[in-house]
């Protein structure tokens, strides 16, 4: 068992878990507070210009000097700019649904990592949790199908009763994984930031984090540029982004790709290696606060806004 603690890095705590419309109804009264306005309509044509670029929509034409793809996996704007993405399944499909434990869960996420997946319980504000259940695909095909009663069951089962027995709060969400990179995050006046630059698997909780620090990272890039004159759109400014962004982003992709290959599918001796291994972190408050900052995004190359 592995075990960490917010007091090992003088931290509070290690996080919080936000519901993702609450999040972006908050993140779009800041916007619009700072002044920004909400067009509703869906992406038309994009037209890339010497001086500015073009976004067409259904209720007219839109110009400006850079334009940001935060519209997610399947980006719309990706995909008029040209830019193209490697991806690849983990054949795995994410189950999320809110439950009530029998035991409360004391502000505790907890997360076991078994032969055919991950399941993690994560504590909600109101003493309910959220699970996210990433099974492999055919296990995943069988728990959808079962009824409420059925899928308790099998949840208390792999969750080997660490909150006691739950019931379900909510309907179930499927979803199948898969891991997503563009191969460039930019183009002259079009930058990617989060899902639609990059999707991780969900067993560290880290896409959202990504996203964000993806644009603080471009908002500070593009006020430099400004500060200086140069043109915010221009492709030398926001290669620079790119490039900051997108080893940070590999770095950590490549660690969650590792935990779940060889933690929650792994056999042989190197997977019963790395999950000796596991120990090893446990016994050594170096290592633990080394992984701690690095997955509060307290480590690394941080933008200003992030320090």
Request: charged share 20%; no cysteine; glycine share 8%.
């Amino acid at each position: 068992m592995l075990v960490f603690d917010a007091a090992d890095v003088g931290e509070p705590n290690l996080g919080y878990i936000a519901e993702n419309r609450a999040l972006q109804m908050a993140l779009l009264a800041a916007f619009a507070e700072a002044g920004g306005h909400v067009e509703s309509a869906p992406l038309g044509a994009l037209v890339i210009g010497q001086d500015d670029v073009q976004v067409s929509t259904p209720q007219g034409t839109l110009r400006a000097r850079l334009v940001v793809g935060a519209d997610g996996a399947q980006s719309a704007l990706r995909t008029a700019a040209g830019l193209t993405v490697d991806m690849r399944p983990y054949g795995q499909t994410a189950i999320v649904a809110n439950v009530a434990t029998m035991r409360p869960h004391e502000s505790t996420a907890w997360q076991r990592f078994m032969r055919d997946g991950t399941l993690a319980f994560l504590p909600l504000a109101d003493g309910t949790s959220s699970i996210v259940w990433s099974a492999d695909d055919a296990r995943a095909a069988d728990l959808v199908s079962l009824n409420d009663a059925a899928f308790a069951t099998q949840l208390d089962r792999a969750s080997d009763l660490a909150l006691g027995q739950t019931r379900l709060l909510s309907g179930r969400l499927s979803f199948p994984l898969t891991r997503l990179a563009a191969q460039r995050y930019v183009a002259q006046r079009v930058a990617l930031i989060g899902d639609a630059a990059h999707v991780v698997h969900p067993l560290a909780g880290q896409g959202v984090n990504l996203g964000l620090l993806d644009a603080a990272a471009l908002a500070q890039q593009v006020k430099a540029a400004v500060a200086v004159h140069e043109d915010p759109g221009a492709l030398r400014v926001l290669r620079a982004y790119e490039r900051w962004r997108k080893s940070e982003v590999a770095a950590m992709a490549m660690s969650i790709d590792t935990f779940d290959r060889l933690l929650a599918h792994g056999a042989g001796p190197i997977a019963r290696l790395a999950q000796r291994g596991l120990s090893w972190v446990n016994a050594s408050q170096e290592l633990r606060r080394f992984f701690i900052r690095r997955a509060l995004g307290l480590s690394g190359e941080l933008p200003e806004a992030a320090r």
